[in-house]
């Protein structure tokens, strides 16, 4: 007599994976925070389209090369998603995970601590383009702002500063014991991270010392790039320079000291 052997009945577990639902929590979490939504995805769009209504920022200025103020805060409102996201948003969160015993405690499960950190860089870093795209639109839209002539340069020079600023925010991080440090701390960088993109004066109208010391610095660098790029002209290989330097200083620094507990 034959024994009839039952075939095994393919599974059906559709459990995510650990980084997946880590990264589903992270983003629940981040929409949840309106404050930190507002000021990375709508402020910088807001600002532009308000200044788009004033009859005086939309009039072309020879002393900013023949450009609007519209047109030469476009890149600065850019990089003011990105600011805003990486040394504002991003290193309160990290920190207090730190401090609250949360990246230890995940260490001991499948869920590892760096996924955390991936998911917490990549939602903000994805904000920050999304509020790129937004900004961009909204320029050319309701101010007429021409979109940029040097797609791929100005794409590179996008991808490499939100790197940079991710990095930046991870340093701050791994260098701050607690939240309220972190906070001091970014708030520290950001209002010389605002200056150096252009956000109180483009950095067309900047004295030539102060503007030749401003694109040494990544946000200044990246502001000219992306202005660069808008013109139809390839980024100045300095100012991508300068960018993957400070980027790769930066990420080296930030896993050198970052602490998980």
Not at 3 to 15: C, E, H, I, M, N
Not at 48 to 72: C, Q, R, Y
Not at 188 to 199: E, N, R, T
């Amino acid at each position: 007599m034959s024994a009839t052997s039952t075939p095994p009945v393919p599974s059906t577990d559709v459990t995510p994976r650990p980084g997946r639902a880590v990264l589903r929590a992270e983003l629940i979490l981040f929409f949840r925070e309106p404050g930190s939504v507002f000021w990375v995805m709508a402020f910088p769009t807001l600002l532009l389209l308000i200044l788009g209504f004033i009859p005086a920022m939309t009039e072309p200025k020879e002393e900013i090369g023949g450009l609007s103020t519209v047109e030469a805060y476009v890149p600065v409102a850019v990089l003011l998603s990105m600011i805003m996201a990486g040394l504002m948003a991003m290193p309160p969160v990290i920190t207090g995970y730190r401090e609250r015993g949360i990246l230890r405690r995940m260490s001991t499960t499948p869920l590892r601590p760096s996924s955390v950190l991936g998911a917490q860089v990549g939602l903000h870093a994805a904000a920050s383009l999304i509020s790129a795209v937004l900004t961009l639109a909204v320029g050319r839209i309701f101010s007429g702002v021409a979109l940029p002539s040097q797609i791929f340069g100005y794409l590179l020079t996008l991808l490499l500063s939100v790197v940079c600023v991710m990095a930046l925010g991870s340093l701050i991080s791994a260098l701050s014991p607690n939240t309220k440090i972190a906070q001091a701390v970014s708030i520290s960088v950001f209002f010389p991270a605002m200056l150096a993109a252009g956000v109180y004066m483009p950095i067309q109208q900047m004295p030539d010392l102060m503007a030749s010391i401003v694109e040494t610095l990544p946000f200044g660098a990246a502001a000219q790039a992306l202005n660069q790029a808008t013109a139809g002209d390839w980024p100045d290989w300095i100012h991508l320079g300068v960018l993957a330097l400070w980027t790769l200083v930066l990420s080296g620094a930030a896993a050198r000291w970052f602490r998980w507990e």
